[in-house]
DNA sequence: AGTATAGGTTTTTTT
DNA sequence: AACCTATACT
């Protein structure tokens, strides 16, 4: 070779280094092109986390020269994993395709579909979503002759879904002496073997499925342990037991892995989620190199001063010290709202301001603790003619007449899906009773086979009234001509057969009027849907599947987000936890009261407590340049209205960090500063709901509800100290505040 | 068998 | 306020 093109290949070199690592700062750089294998990231929020995750990559593909083939990438949410794909794509200029991107549970699902018969499943296994699984539960404990007050559903599932978090099936579990213990356990039995029958997956099944694989399967381990040369994990502190477990398979030997976490935005361990596994990790990779991002690159100044005030209430964090080199900004503005109407009023004038001045739908973000504080601002919006996007909540792919469409098509594709057997079998209503679906579960219990083959037994064994078996005949039949008929259809027509074959057309056009047409609506959508379904994206793995089995996957694990309004621009409403990992000029931080943030259910706990906190923390942190946040005086809630207590994060936010605002004069003053005038309220009308006034024994308080008029006058009041109280306007001597 | 009504329950957050 | 279940009615 010739010291020319030796020179040539470096400068381009050089140049490839120069541009992946110019725009780094020194924490960043060294992250990105450290020689180490093991590396743990400690990134704080906005320091440039996932921007070092995909320069590390760009850095291993274009100056390590490693191939993409070679690189696996997981996420957590298919959000993060779209944009990861993107990112990466943008500064490589190449198609990422190759790559192995995706959150824990699409992966895992993959694997399971390229080694189905490795893993024990059928190949035609079909992935069930949380509601499924309820159902499935529900069924369960009818069949087990179980009462549904003691043995309550939703408390089996998160009983069998933590013991999957923790990589423990049935056999592996100790019952002990505890009655309560032993039936659980056997509950969690029953439901194994059913699903097993079924050939259905719940989302904590896919991982250790997955791990499982692994471990039995030398081979199967070998094969993908050569492959993945560099396995790369964003979110590394919400990863649970067996996900972490199949990380150390997947790397086992090499020990090449880049994680990167931030322990102060666990906010998962709910389901399951150990930030302990940070600690394990220093552990299990002797060779790790520890790097901390401490620069903070999005927040102002105030922002983020309250966010570290906020965080540090907690113990035990591993210690970070976020700082920013931009200017202190505005103050955070609180506004107390006299009710959740009042709080949406205000949010939505503020809005209306932003915009008004030229500011992006897009750059606002309203985030709130649960996904029912939505409605309010939706509302409100619009009102205002204000386009904005519900993120969460119910999603397309989780709506009953979507989910009733799609059963049948599981149906079609696998006759014993039991799940999907007893959404449909009445559905549309075609004559066939509780009573006869009873009979059915009956014989499949007793032989041990699935829901269709016994109700096939039943009809040739005519023990059922001849309405029934006629109805049950039909059903079969249909099913039957369904697949017939759909064989050699394109997708979106298999689909489209379905949804006009089946009646659910006309079924659901029959609800209740407004519902209806937004159902059919719906369903059409689905044909949509089908008929964008993006094949080209097929993986490797995953050729043998049919396009049917890909979209039913793909209707499980993503069951949200149709991407069409992406482009849009407009106003983002979400929950702190689907924030995680955005960021937005103007953020409202709403709903900080006690009881339901922290939530109610935390409030007696102190490792929930500072999850909560740290969940504060992530939403504060969202913010790039503005920042309100808000509580309401008394708010409605579980259809009962409510007179909570400041939160106490609001508190937890240093004082000079925040101005108090009021709506109508636009006053703005310090939270501390004390009451600079009063004056007498006297008669009637001098006042309204949501004025604070002071009592001479009670205190500061705010006006919550009026009632009677003249002498009879009362008004009910949420004094700080003492509560809430009815007075007499008449006699109370209440000064404006 | 299917539908309407009443009454009781419920809510964190997501793949 | 919305959802589910149990019961009564057609």
């Known amino acids: 070779m010739s010291s020319e093109t030796t020179l040539a290949t470096n400068v381009a070199h050089n140049n490839a280094v120069t541009a992946l690592i110019s725009t780094l700062n020194d924490a960043q750089c060294q992250a990105v092109t450290t020689p180490a294998h093991s590396v743990l990231v400690l990134a704080g929020a906005g320091s440039g986390k996932t921007r070092v995750l995909v320069h590390r990559i760009a850095w291993q593909i274009q100056v390590m020269g490693t191939s993409m083939h070679s690189i696996l990438a997981v996420t957590f949410t298919n959000k993060a994993a779209k944009e990861m794909r993107g990112r990466i794509e943008d500064l490589l200029q190449v198609s990422a395709r190759a790559m192995w991107i995706g959150t824990f549970h699409g992966l895992a699902h993959r694997l399971l579909r390229s080694h189905a018969k490795q893993a024990n499943l059928p190949d035609t296994f079909q992935v069930m979503d949380t509601s499924d699984q309820l159902r499935l539960i529900k069924r369960l404990l009818a069949g087990l002759n179980l009462d549904e007050d003691k043995w309550p559903p939703r408390q089996v599932q998160w009983y069998i879904n933590g013991q999957k978090d923790e990589g423990i099936r049935a056999k592996h579990c100790v019952a002990g002496y505890d009655l309560y213990q032993q039936n659980q356990l056997k509950i969690y039995q ?24 692994l471990r039995d399967n030398p081979d199967v381990l070998a094969f993908y342990q050569q492959r993945f040369r560099h396995v790369l994990v964003d979110e590394f502190q919400d990863t649970n037991t067996v996900q972490y477990a199949w990380l150390r398979l997947l790397t086992q030997g090499r020990d090449d892995i880049f994680v990167v976490g931030d322990d102060d935005q666990s906010i998962y361990g709910w389901r399951g989620a150990k930030v302990e596994n940070i600690f394990s990790f220093q552990k299990h990779y002797p060779d790790h190199q520890i790097i901390k991002l401490e620069q903070n690159y999005r927040s102002t100044g105030f922002i983020l001063k309250a966010a570290n005030a906020v965080v540090a209430n907690n113990e035990g964090r591993m210690g970070k010290a976020l700082w920013t080199a931009s200017a202190d900004g505005d103050p955070i503005a609180l506004y107390a709202a006299f009710n959740e109407q009042d709080e949406a009023y205000f949010v939505v004038e503020r809005i209306r301001s932003w915009l008004k001045d030229g500011g ?35 999603r397309f792919f989780e709506r009953a007449e979507i989910k009733n469409a799609l059963a049948y098509l599981r149906m079609v594709t696998n006759r014993h899906d039991d799940a999907s057997f007893e959404r449909i079998i009445n559905t549309p209503t075609r004559g066939i009773g509780a009573k006869t679906v009873d009979d059915i579960r009956q014989v499949a219990r007793d032989q041990g086979i699935s829901l269709w083959a016994a109700m096939l037994l ?19 039949q249909l099913i039957k001509h369904l697949d017939q008929l759909a064989e050699d259809l394109e997708l979106f027509e298999k689909v489209q057969l379905v949804v006009e074959k089946t009646g659910l057309l006309d079924f659901h056009s029959k609800e209740k009027a407004d519902k209806g047409d937004e159902k059919v609506e719906n369903l059409h959508e689905l044909v949509n849907a089908a008929r964008l379904f993006d094949f080209d994206s097929t993986l490797e793995g995953m050729e043998n599947l049919s396009e049917l089995d890909m979209f039913l996957a793909y209707a499980s694990l993503e069951a949200g987000d149709m991407q069409a309004d992406d482009f849009e621009d407009c106003v983002q409403l979400m929950t702190l936890h689907s924030a995680k990992g955005l960021e937005f000029k103007l953020v409202f931080l709403v709903g900080l009261e006690e009881g339901l943030f922290p939530s109610q259910q935390s409030l007696d706990d102190a490792g929930r407590l500072q999850e909560e906190r740290r969940l504060c923390y992530v939403g504060i942190t969202r913010a790039m340049q503005y920042l309100y946040v808000s509580y309401a005086e008394s708010r409605r809630l579980y259809g009962r209205e409510s007179y909570p207590r400041p939160s106490r994060f609001l508190r937890e936010i240093p004082s000079e960090c925040v101005q108090e605002v009021r709506l ?17 309220l006297q008669a009637q009308g001098q006042y309204c709901l949501g004025q604070r006034v002071s009592h001479i024994k009670f205190g500061e308080g705010v006006i919550l509800q009026t009632e009677g008029a003249g002498e009879q006058e009362r008004v009910q009041i949420n004094f700080k100290q003492a509560g809430i109280k009815w007075l007499m306007l008449a006699y109370a001597k209440l000064n404006a505040m």
């Not at 897009?362 to 409100?380: G, P």
């Not at 204000?386 to 969460?392: A, D, E, K, L, S």
């Not at 064994?461 to 039909?474: E, M, T």
Request: with cysteine; charged share 20%.
């Open 360 to 394: 992006k739908h897009n750059d606002v973000a309203i985030l709130y603790r649960s996904n029912a504080q939505s409605r309010q601002f939706e509302e409100r919006l619009m009102t205002a003619a204000i386009p904005y996007r519900v993120y969460g909540g119910l």
């Open 664 to 680: 109508r004069a636009e006053v703005s003053r310090p939270v501390t500063a004390v009451k600079t005038y009063s004056a007498p």
């Open 190 to 213: 029953a439901y194994e073997a059913l699903c097993e029958r079924s050939g259905l997956v719940d989302f904590g099944e896919l991982l250790l499925r997955a791990h499982e694989l």
């Open 458 to 476: 039943c009809v040739e064994q005519g023990q059922l009234s001849a309405r029934a078996s006629n109805a049950l005949a039909s059903f079969a």
